[in-house]
């Protein structure tokens, strides 16, 4: 009876420590990574010397006159075709002179993240057309209403650590009109770090007055960015697009951070063999990295080399899988082996619904992409459908599962204190278990998460409780969000402002 006592007490105690706020975060965003090294030394030197190659012998097609220019100037040569080749000397003065370490900058800038090294951080990313009905639970076309509310949403979740759009407003017709609005739905509804696109050139300088606005007057965000572009300015296979490398040249000029993505589809636009796609999908990010390098040497630039599957039996962009799982990582390896800042995707379900093919998709890739050392793993947040879509219920679940990863990649702490010697000699001689122990209390407040959304009742309980599967808790939990977070980050000055000199449609 003494024993049953000291274990309800035991319980007792866990629980109500449970109940109170966690000293800290026990899986904090930005956790070190680089523990899976799908490639080995040879591996990853065989691939860089055949980017190497291709860069030097083949070269890239294409190039703009005015990036021709540039290029020639900074070391490149004319190739066959009117290609441009690439010295290899120059490519690694490249590499050398890039950014290796900087700062996204929030609004707030306790919310600022530094990128590069071996941090991960978790993030959004996509153009889905299509967003998952809160209500019907089926797909409908993305509006700017989703845009804000996508934004506002996860402005409070902790593990999203910086925010692009992750749909485009279908019902924003004019191309002006949609960065327009889409660049305001991101300084209304958050303070963290955000991206976005320019579908133009010559929206990029009207658009920064408006950020200009929010940082506080002329000239004031140039000096502290806290938007950072999504720019593709190679199409693969190896040339240039003209509209991207234009945009790019904007954005330089106005200091805003690039994230210059590859995007090449396995089999598609790149060889189907792994190893193969690796060589030209790096080879055409460095070309990205070329042109950064000849216009604004050591310009902060993510160095987005996104490898994409396509299912060779249709031709489908497959968004999940272990391929998918297994590239990213060895580019995220790729990209920290050569020093610069990392940018992969994973996260990308293939599934429609919140079931078991999105859970497995999901944890699958980002765990994997985390574990190899990707700075920024982007899409990992609310994407579903192959991109197509995006969900406010993934959102709320992602977040959670982030948790996870970042507890993964912290890993087990090695200490004297940590191997409980003692605590084991005193549950042996006393009680004989470890609940209500100090030893037990500190490694609860220390070395554990507590799921909010993920079930660990008893079946019994859970039938009690409504029998609800992770689907309807997360869709409980987005709409409580929506309903009660709706921030105010732009001053009424500041939004006045805005709407003086812009068309914004909310």
């Known amino acids: 009876m003494a024993k049953q006592r000291e274990r309800r007490k035991g319980r007792a105690a866990v629980k109500a420590q449970r109940a109170r706020a966690p000293v800290f975060n026990p899986a904090a965003p930005g956790p070190v990574g680089g523990a899976y090294r799908p490639l080995n030394e040879a591996d990853l030197n065989a691939i860089f010397d055949t980017a190497l190659r291709l860069l030097e012998k083949l070269g890239m097609g294409e190039v703009p006159d005015r990036l021709r220019k540039d290029l ?217 990295l070329l042109m950064v390098h000849a216009v604004k040497p050591g310009h902060p630039m993510v160095f987005s080399n996104w490898p994409l599957v396509v299912d060779l039996r249709t031709g489908a962009f497959a968004g999940g899988g272990g391929e998918t799982a297994l590239l990213n990582a060895a580019s995220a390896q790729l990209s920290n082996w050569l020093g610069l800042p990392s940018g992969v995707a994973a996260s990308m379900t293939d599934a429609k619904a919140i079931d078991a093919q999105y859970g497995a998709e999901k944890a699958m890739t980002s765990l994997a992409a985390a574990l190899a050392g990707g700075n920024l793993i982007y899409e990992s947040s609310g994407m579903t459908a192959s991109l197509l879509g995006a969900s406010f219920e993934a959102f709320i679940l992602d977040d959670e599962m982030h948790s996870a990863t970042y507890r993964a990649l912290r890993g087990i702490e090695v200490t004297e204190e940590n191997l409980g010697f003692e605590a084991i000699c005193e549950a042996v001689l006393g009680p004989g278990h470890f609940l209500g122990g100090q030893h037990t209390y500190a490694a609860m407040e220390r070395d554990y998460f507590y799921p909010s959304i993920a079930d660990r009742d008893a079946p019994g309980t859970w039938q009690e409780n409504g029998a609800l599967d992770a689907w309807s808790r997360a869709r409980e939990r987005a709409r409580e ?21 812009f068309r914004l449609l909310m």
């Open 72 to 288: 020639l100037k900074a070391g490149a040569e004319n190739g066959p075709d009117g290609r441009l080749v690439f010295p290899r000397s120059l490519v690694l003065d490249a590499i050398d002179g890039a950014a290796k370490t900087f700062v996204l900058h929030g609004r707030d800038p306790a919310r600022s993240i530094e990128v590069g090294g071996d941090r991960v951080w978790f993030g959004t990313g996509g153009a889905a057309v299509q967003t998952l009905d809160l209500d019907t639970a089926l797909y409908r076309p993305s509006t700017l209403a989703d845009l804000h509310d996508f934004t506002r949403l996860q402005d409070s979740l902790t593990n999203i650590s910086w925010f692009t759009r992750c749909c485009i407003a279908t019902d924003v017709a004019d191309p002006f009109d949609l960065d327009v609005n889409t660049a305001y739905a991101l300084l209304r509804n958050t303070t963290k770090p955000v991206a976005t696109a320019f579908t133009l050139p010559g929206h990029v300088a009207p658009i920064v007055q408006m950020f200009d606005v929010a940082a506080g007057g002329d000239g004031a965000f140039a000096r502290r960015p806290f938007v950072k572009a999504h720019i593709s300015p190679v199409i693969s296979p190896m040339r240039y697009g003209e509209d991207a490398v234009d945009v790019t040249y904007a954005c330089l000029e106005h200091n805003i951070p690039v994230s210059c993505i590859t995007a090449a589809q396995s089999g598609a636009t790149a060889p189907a063999t792994l190893a193969g796609f690796l060589a030209q999908s790096l080879a055409e990010t460095l070309g990205s």
């Open 481 to 501: 969000v929506l309903r009660d977070h709706r921030p105010q980050y732009l001053t009424a000055e500041q939004d006045a402002s805005m709407r003086s000199g």
